[in-house]
T-cell receptor, first 113, second 111 residues
Framework: AQSVTQPDIHITVSEGASLELRCNYS??????LFWYVQSPGQGLQLLLK??????LVQGIKGFEAEFKRSQSSFNLRKPSVHWSDAAEYFC???????????FGKGTTLSVSS | DGGITQSPKYLFRKEGQNVTLSCEQN?????MYWYRQDPGQGLRLIYY???????QKGDIAEGYSVSREKKESFPLTVTSAQKNPTAFYLC??????????FGSGTRLTVV
């Protein structure tokens, strides 16, 4: 069965430091992968997505993610974190039937000054 | 502006009561989804619908029901059979593999 694992429940990063959020997936074929961000009490906003092609994808708000098939990973990165990036981040994969997204349990990002 | 509207933002349910959460979209998307979010659990799929008058159970459909009579609307009813309904409920829609557009959620609390 398809699944998504986000190993880090909570990460704290200093403002201006770089960020990497980890995501591992279990999937039989080429996955469609997504990263979403959620502010408290709000819905989710799409940061970026990977379908095929270039394994380094650029998203909104200065985020990027790299697809590594050999490691079954799709880690999210940002070179310099801003206080406004504090939120919960979710990695997701589209089911093989293409019917719905399966989400990881999320990583909460705190930004310290 | 196109988007998804969920209402109400906060909802309180008494024991044994059915409640209905509203989800309306004006994006002309074919597919719509309901997810439940609990702290530390991520989002779990309740029901989804890919076309009007058709819907499928997700991973945690027990105690919930839906209808899809119009393309724009996908209401979720939390029935008295759902023993632990307190959660944050998110509705989403999509037109292809481009990803979902989410509503701002409804927080349901049992009182």
């Amino acid at each position: 069965a398809q699944s998504v694992t986000q190993p880090d429940i909570h990460i704290t990063v200093s403002e201006g430091a770089s960020l990497e959020l980890r995501c591992n997936y279990s999937y039989g074929a080429t996955p469609y992968l997504f990263w979403y961000v959620q502010s408290p009490g709000q819905g989710l906003q799409l940061l970026l997505k990977y379908f095929s092609g270039d394994t380094l994808v650029q998203g909104i708000k200065g985020f990027e993610a790299e697809f590594k098939r050999s490691q079954s990973s799709f880690n999210l990165r940002k070179p310099s974190v801003h206080w406004s990036d504090a939120a919960e981040y979710f990695c997701a994969v589209l089911t093989q039937a293409g019917t719905a997204l399966i989400f990881g349990k999320g990583t909460t990002l705190s930004v310290s000054s | 502006d196109g988007g998804i509207t969920q209402s109400p933002k906060y909802l309180f349910r008494k024991e044994g009561q059915n409640v209905t959460l509203s989800c309306e979209q004006n994006l002309n998307h074919d597919a719509m989804y309901w997810y439940r979010q609990d702290p530390g659990q991520g989002l779990r799929l309740i029901y989804y619908s890919q076309i009007v008058n058709d819907f499928q159970k997700g991973d945690i459909a027990e105690g919930y029901s839906v209808s899809r009579e119009k393309k724009e609307s996908f209401p979720l009813t939390v029935t008295s059979a759902q023993k632990n309904p307190t959660a944050f409920y998110l509705c989403a829609s999509s037109s292809n593999y481009a990803g979902y557009t989410f509503g701002s959620g409804t927080r349901l609390t049992v009182v």
